[in-house]
């Protein structure tokens, strides 16, 4: 398995999710659609949880790329909680994860 690349700061990674998202830097997992759909939440309410949302807790590494996770929670457009994790590996695309809701 890849060594882990560093974690960033909170803010760091905040800063550059958001970045990222305004660039379009995004990918999405096939897991992350299926509970979009799932779940009953739209990209509109990830989008709106992403750049309301905050980042309250540590990384944590993904089991399979060893890359590190995200958690961003806030709120839909409707002010439902909902969290999305973000994997960060390269600072300049966010590969989203996973959605759900609650914080």
């Known amino acids: 398995m890849k060594k882990a690349p560093d974690q960033f700061s909170r803010s760091e990674a905040l800063k550059h999710i958001r970045e990222n998202w305004v660039k379009g830097s ?3 997992s096939r897991h992350f659609r299926e509970r979009l759909i799932e779940r009953n939440i739209t990209m509109q309410d990830v989008a ?3 750049k309301h949302g905050r980042i309250e807790d540590p990384p944590d590494l993904h089991p ?3 890359e590190w996770c995200y958690r961003v929670k806030g709120r839909t457009v409707d002010k439902i909680p909902v969290t999305v994790v973000i994997e960060l590996g390269d600072p300049d695309i ?3 994860v996973t959605v759900y809701p609650g914080e």
């Open 94 to 96: 966010n590969r989203l």
């Open 64 to 66: 399979k790329t060893n």
């Open 48 to 50: 709106y949880a992403v």
């Open 26 to 28: 995004i990918l999405s």
